[in-house]
T-cell receptor
Framework: NAGVTQTPKFQVLKTGQSMTLQCAQDMNHEYMSWYRQDPGMGLRLIHY???????DQGEVPNGYNVSRSTTEDFPLRLLSAAPSQTSVYFCASSLGVSSGNTIYFGEGSWLTVV | GENVEQHPSTLSVQEGDSAVIKCTYSDSASNYFPWYKQELGKRPQLIID?????GEKKDQRIAVTLNKTAKHFSLHITETQPEDSAVYFCAASQSNDMRFGAGTRLTVKP
């Protein structure tokens, strides 16, 4: 199993550009989520999904869109990048957080918006 | 939503000493409390977790305690080693919305 795979690993964007961070998992997990990590602020939940066709907002959803058309994939879209979105983004998956299952993280995507 | 506070933000100990990191949470319905370790430039990885029906859990040099009445839980690392140096995150959830603390940077001095 590859686990949780994120691409790209590094990206530089100009303000106003849009892009998609890709995330895929091969563990047949129903739950997938996106977090951003900023210095001194820990991991903050952006969006999550409990299955194909179902998405929900987390703590900091503004400026981001998600969709879940398949169990395996959960892309994160930045609609119009802003410098405040410079961060490290982690995709994660689990059999189910509400039932106390482990969350597995991808390797992270370092995004810089200039 | 759930709010998790973590203390201290930095912790420095001598090799062989114990380290304790504490977290408080706001939602009394939270029932799952994992701890993650993140080494520099790497992904967070689960090191131990505890569920609300248990007060304490141990795994070799690592233990977690939970006080549901006071809504706080702690990570205890005994006989610390230089390889324990990392950032540690606590988290809490009662649904699919898991919230993390801000992290503790632990440094173990040889």
């Amino acid at each position: 199993n590859a686990g949780v795979t994120q691409t790209p690993k590094f990206q530089v964007l100009k303000t106003g550009q849009s892009m998609t961070l890709q995330c895929a998992q091969d563990m047949n997990h129903e739950y997938m989520s996106w977090y951003r990590q900023d210095p001194g602020m820990g991991l903050r939940l952006i969006h999550y999904s409990v299955g194909a066709g179902i998405t929900d907002q987390g703590e900091v959803p503004n400026g981001y869109n998600v969709s879940r058309s398949t169990t395996e994939d959960f892309p994160l879209r930045l609609l119009s990048a802003a410098p405040s979105q410079t961060s490290v983004y982690f995709c994660a998956s689990s059999l189910g957080v509400s039932s106390g299952n482990t969350i597995y993280f991808g390797e992270g995507s370092w995004l810089t918006v200039v | 939503g759930e709010n998790v506070e973590q203390h201290p933000s930095t912790l420095s100990v001598q090799e062989g000493d114990s380290a304790v990191i504490k977290c408080t949470y706001s939602d009394s319905a939270s029932n799952y409390f994992p701890w993650y370790k993140q080494e520099l430039g790497k992904r967070p990885q689960l090191i131990i977790d505890i569920r609300s029906n248990v007060g304490e859990k141990k795994d070799q040099r690592i233990a977690v305690t939970l006080n549901k009445t006071a809504k706080h839980f702690s990570l205890h690392i005994t006989e610390t080693q230089p390889e324990d140096s990392a950032v540690y995150f606590c988290a809490a959830s009662q649904s699919n919305d898991m919230r993390f603390g801000a992290g503790t940077r632990l440094t173990v001095k040889p």
